[in-house]
């Protein structure tokens, strides 16, 4: 089982509260777990810098549902080409912390292309993972480097 699935069942075990026996109970700890570390490094961001990318990321969220000549293009345009994105991404690592704590609610997608963009590297190229499953690994790697045992 690919370690990204494990999460996404890690992460589903805690939303419906699974706590039936101590697997279950490991599993919500893992979970809280990384949690607990999204909203410690979320509240170690400057105020500035938060604002800045709360703006620009609704900035480009609503450039990318509501802009005119993206939904009447004959082309299809990737939201990454949207200014925003570019601006998100200089903001660099500083603002993964936010672009973490974005992915791991419902609406992952945008999120997921600015960790794909300041992260390269870690970026999956195999289209087989896509959607929550891509968002949930990208988590399980951020975590990792910043869970204190």
Request: hydrophobic fraction near 35%; proline fraction near 4%; charged fraction near 25%.
């Amino acid at each position: 089982m690919k370690l990204s699935a494990i999460f996404a069942l890690l992460f589903c075990c805690m939303m419906t509260s699974c706590s039936k026996n101590n697997e279950n109970n490991a599993t919500k700890t893992a979970v809280d777990k990384i949690s607990v570390t999204i909203a410690e490094t979320v509240s170690k961001v400057s105020p500035e810098v938060k604002e800045d990318f709360d703006r620009l990321f609704d900035e480009w969220h609503t450039a990318y549902k509501t802009d005119s000549e993206i939904r009447l293009s004959s082309r299809y345009i990737y939201p990454n080409q949207l200014p925003q994105y570019d601006q998100l991404v200089a903001m660099g690592k500083s603002i993964l912390p936010l672009v973490v704590e974005k992915m791991a609610g419902n609406d992952f997608y945008l999120p997921r292309l600015v960790y794909e963009g300041i992260c390269p590297a870690e970026k999956i190229y195999n289209t087989d993972t896509l959607g929550r499953e891509r968002a949930n690994y990208y988590i399980r790697l951020w975590a990792e480097n910043h869970i204190h045992n």
